[in-house]
Nanobody, 123 residues
Framework: QVQLVESGGGLVQAGGSLRLSCAAS????????MGWFRQTPGKEREFVAA????????LYDDSVKGRFAISRDNAKSTGYLQMNSLKPEDTAVYFC????????????????WGQGTQVTVSP
């Protein structure tokens, strides 16, 4: 059974940091590109960051570039999103996703999704 389980969300003050984790099971994680997306009520899900199968290549939305860092540990079948210098506009439910082969910045390309974890940044 394919599963992606996010953890690490919570409430933090502006300027603070959080580290999200995404534990994968039921498929060959190392053969899948991985991405993080976020969504707020009434808005479309938006791309945050993506990473290649090996972890060598990464891609970020301009809104998080320089503040967030995506990484992965294939031996642990786990992906991460380190979020620093958080802003109130980063408040959202964060989802991890995986797709076979190359990574992507489009949610339509991803096959597997986690249930999401809430991140709330207070002013």
């Amino acid at each position: 059974q394919v599963q992606l389980v996010e953890s690490g969300g919570g409430l933090v003050q502006a300027g603070g940091s959080l580290r999200l984790s995404c534990a994968a099971s039921g498929f060959d994680f190392s053969d899948h590109g991985m991405g993080w997306f976020r969504q707020t009520p009434g808005k479309e899900r938006e791309f945050v960051a993506a990473i290649s199968r090996s972890g060598r290549d990464t891609l970020y939305d301009d809104s998080v570039k320089g503040r967030f860092a995506i990484s992965r540990d294939n031996a642990k079948s786990t992906g991460y999103l380190q979020m620093n210098s958080l802003k109130p506009e980063d408040t959202a439910v964060y989802f991890c996703a995986a797709r076979p082969g190359y990574y992507s910045d489009s949610d339509e390309d991803f096959h597997y999704w986690g249930q999401g974890t809430q991140v709330t940044v207070s002013p």
